[in-house]
């Protein structure tokens, strides 16, 4: 076991992890940030997305102890210091971005990193950028909408609900 | 003015708070003191002899706690099928014994061989890699022509063959249709497959079993659609736990689709072993175990044919369908491709004579069950593909043929056993028109050939049926369940109202729709209102969530408990306001008497139920809970019309899908963004199966496409934005609020028209290409042009 310490959310964390325990698992196994979830085993469908040092990683593919003095941030620090939604997650509740909710915090986390890069993406840019986040329910209609919206985009005249 | 809430408004869902903040309450979250966790050791290969089973050197690894392998289950009961099929010549299914754990044999690759319950997770996997097993492969049986031919290798040696059943719907059509289709104008035959599919919900399927000695009490947490359905087979079927015993509890549940309402090992396994171990067990499915081990969908190869008379009129359909059940029955496998499937062959047409023979066969895979949709894609899949392949070879317009076959009277009393009770047909195709601007497809074709591309537009109809029932039809067709659902509304003393229902929701958005009814129906704000689903212990004897029935069968009982909370509380009402019961009306959560200023408020009422001082003892009994059991007269028939344009790289076979639009007949709507939600959802699920899903086995029964690298889910960038319109209802005639469900509408009424597309584009193009199967991959499109 080796120790690790990194920031998660603002706040300082540590931790006795094996070599091969993973970020994601760390996570939610060890500090019970159950938030971040785990819906493939090959780094595919993007559930496990959280920031690590502001880049969006998925916590998968990325031992714990590779997180050593990082800024870590996932869903349970994304809303406003007043614990209302931030503008992605009142976009995506608007919108209705979500339906299971098991993906949504990846979601959430990616479309964060997408719209810091890119402050008003295309529907194709962000159709492109959500290719490592895999949703069952939504068809990614009202996601992509939420995003849009969410960057300060008119989104009125798209299709439907 | 859209409404801003009650019935029909687009109520922004109360539960998207906690998903979106993290603090969902899923399966994998909840983690218990003393908690083990197990390692299923799954089979590597199709079928095979297990001869020796050494277990020595896994036990002696650190932390395991116990091993166990078949022989401990076989005191208990097999995983048990809820739907008896008689077949044509009056005779039972063949139905095997589908153990917890392989016993003696296996049967199909994910089987579990052995079962490691250790301290941690990695303990468990690492123990799990020391058992040695000692097997002799057997062929696999993969292929399901092959299974029935004489001399083949038998899945179950105690039964007579492979052939679960061959089954005849309506067997007394079958002279008539032969007759029918001998005489017909035109025949038009179509041979098709219906790819088999994984239905993927994205939350893995998790099971912690407890069990607590103080109270001889087993508690499940499992990933499920339907918490009584596992506590009644699970409890009296496979572990002989009385059902007072037995507490199931799903809480917030990461998506369903079908495949997780049945009754898997794994559930068993854990609340077995929880006793055995006198600790919790845990099991957290991987994605690649979910793949062999999820139950599959779909998996139908088909041979279909359509009769015309002179003047286009349909005139007889009959199909021949092989279903696959894989290596055991799963909870409702046999009824998918009968009941679901062969009820629905009349489509949206008013075709005279339909037959339907269906035979289901055991091979070495995972187990084929109910999938979104269930039989209804399957059915929608074969007619509206042979009708668009008549329209061509008749040299007709495809949306003409479908509008001069339409039923147009209801009710409609189809061959095939159902009647429609309500529809439009027309109105649901008119809509589409409107909607997919068909006037403007020649420009947009124009426009892709200038680009390169060809064009296509595909079009369909689909009908289906939802919240099967009644439950003493079903129990006559061999369903050994009921198919009713339940609910309670608990009104509490200062007139808040929790409701406890049987359906669960696992993103069909249930804690937001169902209060928007209670509220328009006492008047109350919907957030005095609080849904309470998932748990036995806390719910009425509810039969769950799939076949789009939640709101059709358990909202209906939701109703008529609420009518009776209401009946009881105008009583009280009455009392207070000393009038007649007869004479007071509620409105905007006041009850007042009719033709006078005199009212009461509807807390003042429901604190006197709880606070009987003022209060008629002797009429009525104090506290506002009432109970209702709803039993449908009838299935919904939910109806719409879909079009789908698509573009086609000639030069690699890659298709695109350019342009969707869905009009649907949902009957009366309570939440239109919701219901929206449920049809994108519904439409990515089908084009995914039209163009990129396919659960592959190679003909060893390895299963190829077992992750997310192999098995092509729909991603943001293969799907555009959709257009969808429920405005066309025609409401059900026999349910209290008039709805019909919508939550499989997309998955039924999208493929037909993706490959209808693609046909069409193909033909533009000059490729005389008359059907692909899906998906629709580039190179099976490309190898298609090529002829």
């Given amino acids: 076991m080796t120790q690790v310490s990194m920031t998660l959310n603002g706040k300082a964390v540590t931790g006795d992890v094996e070599g091969r325990t993973l970020l994601v698992d760390f996570l939610r196994e060890d500090l019970r940030m159950t938030g971040t979830h785990v819906g493939c085993d090959t780094s595919q469908c993007g559930a496990c997305v959280v920031h690590v040092n502001g880049e969006a990683v998925k916590s998968c593919t990325m031992f714990a102890a590779e997180a050593e003095g990082a800024e870590v941030a996932t869903i349970e620090g994304a809303a406003n210091a007043d614990g209302s939604l931030n503008v992605i997650q009142q976009a995506f509740q608007d919108h209705h971005g979500l339906q299971c909710g098991f993906c949504t915090p990846g979601m959430v986390m990616s479309a964060a990193a997408l719209l810091k890069d890119n402050p008003k993406p295309t529907e194709a840019e962000v159709r492109t950028y959500l290719e490592g986040n895999i949703c069952r329910c939504t068809g990614y209609h009202n996601i992509v909408k939420a995003i849009m919206a969410a960057s300060g985009q008119d989104v009125s005249a798209i299709a439907a609900e | 003015m859209p409404k801003d809430s009650g019935i029909g408004a687009s109520t922004k869902r109360r539960e998207d708070i906690r998903f979106l903040t993290g ?27 297990i001869n020796s089973i050494d277990i020595a050197a896994a036990e002696a690894m650190p932390g395991v706690v116990k091993i166990f392998t078949g022989a ?73 022509k092959d299974a029935l031919k004489g001399g083949a290798t038998k899945v179950h040696d105690e039964l007579t063959s492979n052939l679960c059943y061959d089954w005849g719907f309506v067997e007394e059509n079958k002279d008539a249709t032969d007759a029918a289709i001998k005489g017909a104008a035109h025949v038009t035959t179509l041979e098709l497959v219906n790819n088999r599919l994984v239905a993927n919900p994205m939350e893995p399927r ?72 006198n600790r919790p ?19 139908h190869v088909t041979k279909i044919e359509l009769a015309l008379d002179a003047d286009n009129n349909f005139v007889a359909l009959r199909t021949d369908t092989h279903a696959n059940m894989g290596a055991y029955l799963s909870t409702f496998a046999s009824s998918v ?260 200023d005199k009212s009461v408020a509807w807390g003042d009422v429901t604190l006197a139920a709880y606070v009987p001082h003022n209060y008629p003892l002797e009429d009525i009994e104090p506290g506002l809970e009432e109970t209702a059991f709803y039993d449908p007269a009838n299935f919904t028939y939910p109806a719409g019309a879909y079009a789908c344009e698509v573009e086609v790289d000639p030069e690699t076979g890659k298709v695109t899908i350019e342009r969707f639009a869905a009009a649907d007949d949902f009957g009366n709507v309570i939440n239109p963004m919701i219901v929206s939600g449920q049809v994108h959802g519904g439409i990515a699920q089908g084009v995914g199966q039209a163009l990129l899903e396919n659960c592959a086995y190679d003909e060893d029964g390895q299963l190829v496409s077992a992750s997310y690298m192999d098995y092509a889910m729909p991603r943001a960038d293969d799907l555009p934005f959709y257009q969808v319109d429920h405005s066309c209802q025609t409401p059900c005639t026999h349910n209290p609020l008039g709805v019909k469900g919508c939550g499989e509408a997309g998955a039924i009424g999208s493929p037909p028209s993706v490959v209808n597309a693609v046909i069409d584009a193909l033909q533009s193009g000059g490729k005389d290409v008359a059907h692909i199967d899906m998906p629709l991959t580039p190179s099976r499109v490309w190898g298609a042009m090529q002829g």
């Avoid at chain 2, 603090?23 to 002899?49: E, K, M, P, S």
């Avoid at chain 2, 079993?209 to 409890?235: C, F, K, W």
């Fill in chain 2, 23 to 49: 603090v969902g309450n899923y399966t994998d979250d909840i983690n218990v003191f003393g908690q083990t966790h197990v390692h299923f050791l799954r089979a590597d290969v199709a079928h095979a002899t």
């Fill in chain 2, 72 to 144: 401990d289950f076989e005191p208990v009961g097999g995983i048990p099928c809820g739907w008896q099929i008689t077949d044509r010549h009056g005779e039972p299914m063949q139905e095997p014994k589908h153990p917890i754990i392989a016993h003696g044999k296996i049967r199909h690759v994910g089987e579990i061989v052995a079962a490691v319950v250790a301290e941690s997770l990695t303990q468990a996997r690492d123990a799990a890699e020391a058992i040695e097993l000692g097997l002799t492969e057997l062929p696999a049986v993969v292929n399901m």
């Fill in chain 2, 281 to 299: 067990v845990k099991w957290t499915s991987t994605r690649s175990e979910a793949f062999m081990s999820d139950a599959h969908g779909r998996d």
């Fill in chain 2, 337 to 596: 491709p009968t009941w679901l499937h062969g009820t629905l062959m009349a489509g949206n047409y008013k075709t005279p004579n339909i037959y339907v023979n269906v035979k289901a066969v055991f091979t070495n895979t995972v187990p084929v069950d109910a999938y979104r949709g269930a039989g209804r894609p399957e059915a929608t899949f074969q007619i509206e593909r042979v009708i668009d392949k008549a329209a061509r070879e008749l040299g007709v317009d495809p949306i003409a043929l479908r509008r001069q076959n339409f039923v147009t009277e209801f009710p409609y009393a189809t061959p095939v056993a159902v009647e429609y009770d309500t529809g439009d047909y027309e109105a649901t195709m008119a809509k589409l028109e409107e909607m997919a601007d068909f006037g403007g497809f020649a420009a947009r074709r124009a426009a892709s050939e200038k680009a390169g591309k060809w064009r296509g537009l595909g079009v369909n109809c689909y009908i289906e049926a939802c919240g099967i029932a009644p439950s003493n039809l079903v129990g006559q067709l061999g369903a050994r369940a009921g198919l009713y659902d339940a609910a309670t509304v608990r009104v509490n003393a200062t007139g808040s109202i929790s409701v406890m229902v049987g359906a669960h929701s696992h993103g069909q958005g249930h804690e937001t729709s169902f209060p928007q009814v209670i509220s328009e129906m006492i008047g109350i704000p919907e957030d005095q209102i609080d849904i309470v689903h998932g748990d036995t212990s806390k719910i009425p004897f509810g039969m769950g969530t799939y076949g789009s029935r939640s709101l059709a069968v358990c909202g209906s009982a939701m109703v008529r408990a609420a009518e009776k909370v209401i009946n009881k509380a105008k009583k009280i009402a009455a009392h207070l306001l000393e009038a007649s019961d007869a004479d007071i009306e509620l409105k905007d959560g006041q009850f007042s008497v009719a033709g006078t």
């Fill in chain 2, 206 to 277: 998790v099971a912690l079993g407890e069990y607590s000695r103080a109270d001889d009490m087993h508690t499940l947490h499992t990933t499920s659609q339907n918490p009584h359905v596992i506590r009644l087979l699970m409890g009296a079927f496979v572990l002989g736990i009385p059902e007072h015993k037995l507490r199931v509890v799903a809480p917030d549940v990461g998506g369903g689709f079908g495949t997780k309402i049945f009754h898997y090992a794994e559930e068993a396994f854990c609340t077995f072993a929880a006793k055995a171990v």
